[in-house]
């Protein structure tokens, strides 16, 4: 592919090189293999469900761990709620309705933005009005919003918004010592609704839970940028001929992640949120999967020593890594071998029943090495002829992780180097009218991560309470009766 000196420099002053390109190019032309699934991750093979007396002991675990370890809680929170409100977008654009926008407009006063909303509302507003108004700067603006920005939740004292929510959730399973560390991805256009409302907020919350608040805020890297081509997997080009980068997708976050200096980080979207009062599980079921990891991890350390050593139970670790962190040895290794495998970063993923909801799950797949081991896998990963898998699987990947980064000699891994590469996806988009092609990098849980040791943990549905919709704010996880 020729490039101008010209195109070269633009490409340098993302970040990127021209190796990089040229290589994203091929994967246009050659496009990305599905992914070799053997069978879901079931109850009985691969998912781990704690008695009650287990979750109390894998929480007294990890109480001790958090008391001289530093915790982090990572929230992407970068997307825009364009998705949220896209069926009242439809009903701008066109006029269609559907059951979503009968339920928004019907419900209106029961959302908790309702007394933000009602002073832009003329007298006898229409459906239009409503709608245009919830979207628009003609009213509240929020479908010009990030998702945290937008009050979620009804209180007595007043509404609060999912950035909010996360920090009284951060108190109650993040905290190190008396401070709470939260790190918020957001969106450049963004940054400065984020910090006006973590200014205004943040005192109120270090006075109310007694604790001092670490915030910190990043932006998805223009290195982990991908380039736009035409329908020919030529350079898409901009009206001026410069070239068109695109955000890689959440995949991207793996930079924002590697970045991170922590004993242990807590992973979740910034819409699964819920009302304090039906908080419990959350905080039950998040500090029972940090303290398997921190069971499993200890495990893993213990292991690598005895390799360096020189007095490893060879047979003991073969098991291990059998029963514990979720690979399946055709035979066995070279210690050397074995060892590469223990020194990974570790991830405990929350899962929780599959009621036939869009989104990935976990799975044993098998590697291009042959070796078979867990992923979250979604289904724009499954081949088509084999989608119907989602549906039978018995568990859902509600993005519920908790982290471990560090060795056993507490040095940061370098998270890039266990990306698969191979996990990327392509889609059609269009800009200014031209139709293009645009590729999103390995997804940050799923080809990101594939190459970490994986724990799947079943966790009830009460912890995963999203709002991909508009209408998903009126059920009772969300307040409303």
């Avoid at 890594?321 to 570790?346: M, Q, S, V």
Wanted: with cysteine.
């Amino acid at each position: 592919m020729m490039f101008s000196n010209t195109d070269i420099q633009q490409i340098k002053s993302h970040g990127l090189t021209l190796e990089t390109i040229n290589k994203q190019i091929d994967n246009f032309k050659s496009g990305f293999p599905y992914a070799n699934i053997v069978k879901p991750a079931t109850t009985e093979d691969g998912v781990i469900v704690c008695s009650d007396d287990m979750a109390e002991k894998y929480i007294n675990i990890y109480d001790e761990f958090a008391k001289n370890h530093k915790i982090v809680k990572f929230v992407p929170a970068s997307g825009a709620a364009t998705r949220m409100f896209k069926d009242l977008f439809d009903f701008i654009a066109t006029g269609t309705r559907n059951e979503t926008t009968d339920k928004t407009i019907s419900n209106i006063d029961k959302f908790a933005f309702w007394n933000d909303l009602k002073p832009f509302l003329p007298q006898n507003a229409t459906d239009t009005d409503i709608i245009k108004c919830i979207l628009t700067d003609s009213g509240v603006n929020y479908g010009n919003q990030p998702k945290g920005l937008i009050p979620f939740h009804k209180y007595p004292e007043y509404a609060k918004t999912p950035i909010e929510e996360h920090l009284t959730e951060g108190f109650e399973y993040a905290k190190s010592g008396d401070t709470v560390n939260i790190h918020f991805t957001i969106s450049p256009e963004h940054k400065h609704g984020f910090e006006s409302l973590l200014n205004r907020v943040i005192p109120q919350y270090e006075s109310k839970c007694g604790v001092k608040y670490n915030i910190s805020l990043s932006e998805q890297k223009s290195c982990t940028d991908t380039i736009a081509v035409n329908m020919d997997n030529t350079p898409f080009r901009n009206d001026d001929g410069t070239l068109l980068f695109r955000p890689a997708g959440h995949g991207a976050l793996i930079q924002n992640l590697n970045d991170i200096d922590a004993d242990l980080i807590f992973i979740k979207n910034i819409d699964n949120v819920t009302i304090e009062s039906l908080r419990g599980d959350t905080i039950k079921y998040k500090k029972m999967l940090a303290g398997i990891l921190v069971d499993i991890q200890k495990q893993i350390f213990n292991f690598i020593q005895d390799i360096d050593n020189n007095r490893a139970d060879i047979n003991a670790i073969h098991e291990f890594i059998i029963t514990k962190i979720g690979i399946k040895l055709a035979g066995k290794l070279t210690t050397p071998e074995y060892r590469d495998i223990l020194n990974r970063p570790i991830r405990v993923c929350g899962v929780v029943k599959n009621t036939g909801a869009p989104g990935g799950g976990p799975f044993w797949v098998k590697n291009k090495n042959g070796m078979i081991d867990l992923q979250i896998v979604e289904s724009s990963q499954i081949a088509p002829e084999s989608k119907p898998i989602m549906n039978d699987s018995e568990y859902f990947n509600p993005v519920d992780l908790v982290c471990a980064t560090k060795d056993f000699q507490n040095n940061k891994f370098n998270l890039t180097n266990y990306i698969d590469e191979e996990t990327g996806f392509i889609s059609e988009k269009s800009k200014n009218g031209m139709p293009l092609r645009a590729m999103e990098r390995p997804g940050l849980w799923n080809g990101a991560m594939a190459k970490w040791n994986t724990v799947f943990v079943a966790v009830p549905g009460s912890t995963f309470t999203p709002v991909k919709v508009i209408s998903d704010l009126l059920s009772s996880a969300h307040g409303v009766k």
